[in-house]
């Protein structure tokens, strides 16, 4: 098991950026490929990026390709998102996961995060 805790979340205006954090514990973190997912409300979770266990390979839902930027940095056991010209449909919890192979199916991730809030106003 590894231990999963989001941070960066907030308020933002339409067209600014945001930094999510998720710092890992528990098992070897550079053992594990990370995806990021969020959910509106009302809404079932959505695949946002993913990355694979060096940080080499990295996928993007078309919705943030261009946008968003996923990376890790094992030395310190964290993934992050850079999210840029953010815009109000972006509005959600955003979850960090954890799994062996990175995926756009959340079924594919065992652990999980309690994730962090991003609204975006107009």
């Known amino acids: 098991q590894v231990q999963l805790v989001e941070s960066g979340g907030g308020l933002v205006q339409a067209g600014g950026s945001l930094r999510l954090s998720c710092a890992a514990s528990g098992r070897t973190f550079s053992n594990y490929a990370m995806g990021w997912f969020r959910q509106a409300p009302g809404k079932e979770r959505e695949f946002v990026a993913a990355?694979?266990?060096?940080?080499?390979?990295?996928y993007y839902a078309d919705s943030v390709k261009s946008r968003f930027t996923i990376s890790r940095d094992n030395a310190k056991n964290t993934v992050y998102l850079q999210m840029n010209s953010l815009k109000p449909e972006d509005t959600a919890v955003y979850y960090c996961a954890a799994g062996f192979h990175p995926s756009t199916n959340f079924y594919q991730y065992a652990n999980w995060g309690q994730g962090t809030q991003v609204t975006v106003s107009s």
């Open positions: 990355i694979n266990w060096s940080g080499s390979n990295t």
